[in-house]
T-cell receptor, first 114, second 111 residues
Framework: DVKVTQSSRYLVKRTGEKVFLECVQDMDHENMFWYRQDPGLGLRLIYFSYDVKMKEKGDIPEGYSVSREKKERFSLILESASTNQTSMYLC?????????????FGSGTQLSVL | ELKVEQNPLFLSMQEGKNYTIYCNYSTTSDRLYWYRQDPGKSLESLFVLLSNGAVKQEGRLMASLDTKARLSTLHITAAVHDLSATYFCAVDKGNTDKLIFGTGTRLQVFP
């Protein structure tokens, strides 16, 4: 089974802190994604990466950056955390170029910014 | 801009009853996905629908896709408590593996 592991289940940070959310997948997937999930808004795509050192902005990239130095690891960075970034963050991966490939999700990181 | 709308947002239904969740999307796409999320857990893939008229069934859940109407349905037959969860549909954005998710339908099944 594909395993997508997010380093923290719960995280509490202060406004202005730099925050790193880590995600590792063990199935050699090319694609990796970061979503945030908020009540009533569903999941919204922040960034995705289709190869090492490659990244593309999703629908809500403002205030975030990403890093993909190795194929298995995709990091989400909040340069200066703000209270409106309090949310559930979900990492996912998938294999390309299989068009029928579904996303495999990690268990999520609930981030609270105080 | 691709938009994905689900309705209803919340569904409370009695065990044994049937119901349908609807997923509408705004631009052409040939790939639609259904996911399930249990409280406090991550998302789990249910169905992948890849062409017009596609129908997939597993247990009490059946999903279908009408690409001309830009509509997918998730039909629940004879609901049981174990089906209580939030269900999301997601549509591929331009066949790029970028998925746009609906807001989710929270389903509660009571005795």
């Amino acid at each position: 089974d594909v395993k997508v592991t997010q380093s923290s289940r719960y995280l509490v940070k202060r406004t202005g802190e730099k925050v790193f959310l880590e995600c590792v997948q063990d199935m050699d997937h090319e694609n990796m994604f970061w979503y945030r999930q908020d009540p009533g808004l569903g999941l919204r795509l922040i960034y995705f990466s289709y190869d090492v050192k490659m990244k593309e902005k999703g629908d809500i990239p403002e205030g975030y950056s990403v890093s993909r130095e190795k194929k298995e690891r995709f990091s989400l960075i909040l340069e200066s955390a703000s209270t409106n970034q309090t949310s559930m963050y979900l990492c996912a991966s998938s294999l390309i170029p299989q068009w029928n490939e579904k996303l495999f999700f990690g268990s999520g990181t609930q981030l609270s910014v105080l | 801009e691709l938009k994905v709308e689900q309705n209803p947002l919340f569904l409370s239904m009695q065990e044994g009853k049937n119901y349908t969740i609807y997923c509408n999307y705004s631009t052409t796409s040939d790939r639609l996905y259904w996911y399930r999320q249990d409280p406090g857990k991550s998302l789990e893939s249910l169905f992948v629908l890849l062409s017009n008229g596609a129908v997939k069934q597993e247990g009490r859940l059946m999903a279908s896709l009408d690409t001309k109407a830009r509509l997918s349905t998730l039909h629940i037959t004879a609901a049981v408590h174990d089906l209580s969860a939030t269900y999301f549909c997601a549509v591929d954005k331009g066949n790029t593996d970028k998925l746009i998710f609906g807001t989710g339908t929270r389903l509660q099944v009571f005795p």
